[in-house]
């Protein structure tokens, strides 16, 4: 069974950073692409960022683009998610996604989430 | 960049069939996928490629894709179908992102 584990949210004021790592199990890691996608508070669905399987290659939304950096540790089967600069916009449910394949297509699984509130 | 545009809102009595559309340029030509969230949950993938069910998905759920319009069926509604539902596609031709939909809220009366 898939199973993602997000950890590393919580309360910071603006211009502060965070990181999120996200915790896979139940599947080969390094075989699909993972992604982190948010939804703030009463809105829809927001994509941040993803790293593909098959290159390595980041891809990031422009809203997070320069202040936003994934990684992941294949080792330890997570994907780290460093939030620099951060701005009251960014406050939202953080969500890890797997990728149904090894390069960006869709989201098959995703875990439940961590809260990210920036205010002051 | 790529947008995808939903009605706000559907409604549909149960047992009658729900219809929730996704448009977007040229979207015929790209594959598609379909979430729903329910309340307090994290989404969940119903249609994937346009057209495919993941497992456990019922039957009761299709989509298809023609044109600039995209849509999700759910025949025989039932109550516990209520949910936001999200499109969704990779577009690697112009930005690399994935983008959503705005979402659609399913109403059942």
């Known amino acids: 069974e898939v199973q993602l584990l997000e950890s590393g949210g919580g309360f910071v004021q603006p211009g502060g950073s965070l990181r999120l790592s996200c915790a896979a199990s139940g599947y080969m890691f390094d075989k699909y692409a993972l992604g982190w996608v948010r939804q703030a508070p009463g809105k829809g669905l927001e994509w941040v960022s993803s790293l593909s399987a098959s290159d390595g290659n980041p891809f990031y939304a422009d809203s997070v683009k320069g202040r936003f950096t994934i990684s992941r540790d294949d080792p330890k089967n997570t994907v780290h998610l460093q939030m620099n600069s951060l701005q009251v916009e960014d406050t939202a449910v953080y969500y890890c996604?797997?990728?149904?394949?090894?390069?960006?297509?869709?989201?098959?699984?995703w875990g439940q989430g961590t809260l990210v509130t920036v205010s002051s | 960049s790529y947008v995808l545009t939903q009605p706000p809102s559907v409604s549909v009595a149960p047992g009658q069939t729900a219809k929730i559309t996704c448009r977007g340029h040229n979207i015929g030509g790209r594959s598609v996928h379909w979430y729903q969230q329910r309340p307090g949950q994290a989404p969940v993938l119903v249609v994937y490629?346009?057209?495919g069910r993941p497992s456990g998905i019922p039957e009761r759920f299709s989509g298809s894709n023609s044109g600039n319009t995209a849509t999700l069926t759910i025949r025989r509604v039932e109550a516990a179908d209520e949910a936001d539902f999200y499109c969704q596609i990779w577009d690697g031709v112009s930005s690399d992102h994935y983008v959503f939909g705005s979402g659609t809220k399913v109403t059942v009366l």
């Open positions: 996604a797997k990728d149904q394949y090894s390069t960006p297509s869709n989201f098959d699984h």
């Open positions: 490629d346009g057209t």
